[in-house]
């Protein structure tokens, strides 16, 4: 297959043109419900399609990246898709598309709009890949619905340098006369937002206006112009994600999602690798004792997440194993972290071109004020780790392609 030369190339004149060799699967989605935003998108993602699945709704989902199997970004009907028939799928999209210039990311969007639009369901749930006004995602004429979760600023040699640019690029998912779920945002931000909604005449339904979400003890309120949900508190760990809850749960309400569908959202969502606590296999024996847990977050908010959730989570001495990308915003990604760790062994991501190497990650902690190491690899820095420190909280942390690595490994 002759893909595109650069890995990412916003644009949508490839996929349309490919999409429209293929039949236009796109036009034939079950109601689709697509997802923008910096963080935050797949854990909503996720909440959402619990919730629906709990009241016997089939859904589709596309999400990115993966973390351990390619396969996992394409859910059909509830099940991940086989790797024969996403093959098949592929074959059948380099076939059509004849050669002509395709990204990865826009030639296997194509396949999963193919496997959805062949298998019937109730929902489709889409994740943009990145940005969201060219993300290949966003060839959906008129969704049900959109949802735009906290927008921040990353990605900025693709979406720009500012927060109102970026949150311009988010808004590109708005549609004319489709509501849209915004979860809270900074002030610049939300304007971009509601601007383009106005523009559109999309009716809105933003945190703070029509919708609102807190913590009170060990119960999550959500209100909205329906009425008062008491729910238990989200199952995935960290206090950010009381935000994604009300933002899936203001989705599942305008869908008509009940009770039912409501409170599963908050307590059956799964999504790994984000504050994940790893409870078997070798990397667990290599910690002999310690707390593990693992994270993806790669940007500073989700250095603060991260670091609000470690607060939270009851006083044990915590020590970060680090491996990210040279695109991101390292020292911004590690500053709330110093509050709340006690030292960084810093690791490269093996098999990744754009790895950091291990010793720049640390120099990055320590202009941070966070004592830093480095280490030949994941399982050693556990080892060493353990030794030092009985008993200590291990989180590790800084790339989802580092925790994809992590799962892969740890089987």
């Given at each position: 297959?002759?893909?595109?030369?650069?890995?990412?190339?916003?644009?949508?004149?490839?996929?349309?043109?490919?999409?429209?060799?293929?039949?236009?699967?796109?036009?034939?989605?079950?109601?689709?419900?697509?997802?923008?935003?910096?963080?935050?998108?797949?854990?909503?993602?996720?909440?959402?399609?619990?919730?629906?699945?709990?009241?016997?709704?089939?859904?589709?989902?596309?999400?990115?990246?993966?973390?351990?199997?390619?396969?996992?970004?394409?859910?059909?009907?509830?099940?991940?898709?086989?790797?024969?028939?996403?093959?098949?799928?592929?074959?059948?999209?380099?076939?059509?598309?004849?050669?002509?210039?395709?990204?990865?990311?826009?030639?296997?969007?194509?396949?999963?709009?193919?496997?959805?639009?062949?298998?019937?369901?109730?929902?489709?749930?889409?994740?943009?890949?990145?940005?969201?006004?060219?993300?290949?995602?966003?060839?959906?004429?008129?969704?049900?619905?959109?949802?735009?979760?906290?927008?921040?600023?990353?990605?900025?040699?693709?979406?720009?340098?500012?927060?109102?640019?970026?949150?311009?690029?988010?808004?590109?998912?708005?549609?004319?006369?489709?509501?849209?779920?915004?979860?809270?945002?900074?002030?610049?931000?939300?304007?971009?937002?509601?601007?383009?909604?106005?523009?559109?005449?999309?009716?809105?339904?933003?945190?703070?206006?029509?919708?609102?979400?807190?913590?009170?003890?060990?119960?999550?309120?959500?209100?909205?112009?329906?009425?008062?949900?008491?729910?238990?508190?989200?199952?995935?760990?960290?206090?950010?994600?009381?935000?994604?809850?009300?933002?899936?749960?203001?989705?599942?309400?305008?869908?008509?999602?009940?009770?039912?569908?409501?409170?599963?959202?908050?307590?059956?969502?799964?999504?790994?690798?984000?504050?994940?606590?790893?409870?078997?296999?070798?990397?667990?024996?290599?910690?002999?004792?310690?707390?593990?847990?693992?994270?993806?977050?790669?940007?500073?908010?989700?250095?603060?997440?991260?670091?609000?959730?470690?607060?939270?989570?009851?006083?044990?001495?915590?020590?970060?194993?680090?491996?990210?990308?040279?695109?991101?915003?390292?020292?911004?990604?590690?500053?709330?972290?110093?509050?709340?760790?006690?030292?960084?062994?810093?690791?490269?991501?093996?098999?990744?071109?754009?790895?950091?190497?291990?010793?720049?990650?640390?120099?990055?902690?320590?202009?941070?004020?966070?004592?830093?190491?480095?280490?030949?690899?994941?399982?050693?820095?556990?080892?060493?780790?353990?030794?030092?420190?009985?008993?200590?909280?291990?989180?590790?942390?800084?790339?989802?392609?580092?925790?994809?690595?992590?799962?892969?490994?740890?089987g």
């Amino acid at each position: 297959m002759a893909l595109h030369p650069k890995v990412i190339d916003l644009s949508l004149g490839r996929i349309e043109g490919l999409l429209a060799k293929l039949g236009h699967p796109e036009r034939a989605l079950p109601p689709v419900i697509h997802i923008a935003g910096t963080n935050g998108k797949g854990s909503t993602l996720a909440m959402i399609r619990a919730g629906l699945e709990a009241e016997g709704k089939r859904v589709h989902a596309y999400t990115s990246p993966h973390l351990a199997h390619f396969h996992e970004r394409i859910v059909v009907a509830g099940e991940i898709i086989a790797e024969a028939a996403l093959a098949a799928l592929l074959e059948e999209c380099e076939a059509a598309n004849g050669g002509a210039p395709i990204t990865f990311f826009e030639i296997t969007t194509a396949a999963a709009f193919l496997a959805f639009a062949r298998t019937p369901a109730d929902y489709t749930l889409l994740e943009v890949g990145l940005g969201g006004r060219l993300d290949a995602t966003n060839v959906v004429a008129r969704p049900r619905l959109t949802v735009i979760t906290p927008v921040s600023v990353d990605h900025t040699q693709y979406l720009g340098e500012t927060i109102e640019a970026i949150a311009g690029e988010k808004a590109g998912i708005i549609k004319r006369g489709v509501p849209c779920v915004i979860a809270p945002q900074r002030d610049a931000a939300l304007g971009v937002i509601e601007g383009r909604a106005g523009r559109l005449g999309a009716p809105i339904l933003a945190e703070g206006q029509q919708w609102d979400v807190a913590r009170e003890g060990d119960a999550l309120i959500y209100r909205d112009e329906r009425g008062l949900l008491d729910l238990p508190l989200p199952n995935l760990a960290g206090p950010h994600q009381v935000v994604n809850a009300g933002t899936a749960l203001a989705a599942l309400r305008e869908l008509g999602a009940g009770a039912v569908g409501c409170e599963a959202a908050v307590t059956r969502a799964v999504w790994p690798a984000r504050m994940q606590r790893l409870t078997r296999g070798p990397l667990v024996e290599a910690a002999e004792g310690c707390e593990l847990w693992l994270d993806g977050g790669h940007n500073p908010a989700g250095g603060e997440a991260v670091a609000a959730t470690l607060r939270g989570m009851g006083a044990k001495p915590t020590h970060l194993i680090c491996g990210m990308l040279n695109t991101k915003d390292v020292a911004g990604y590690m500053t709330p972290l110093a509050g709340v760790a006690e030292s960084l062994t810093a690791v490269a991501i093996p098999g990744e071109a754009n790895t950091l190497p291990a010793e720049a990650t640390a120099a990055a902690a320590a202009s941070v004020g966070l004592p830093a190491t480095v280490a030949p690899g994941t399982v050693e820095a556990v080892r060493a780790l353990a030794a030092a420190h009985p008993g200590a909280r291990l989180l590790i942390c800084g790339s989802l392609y580092l925790a994809g690595r992590v799962l892969r490994e740890n089987g």
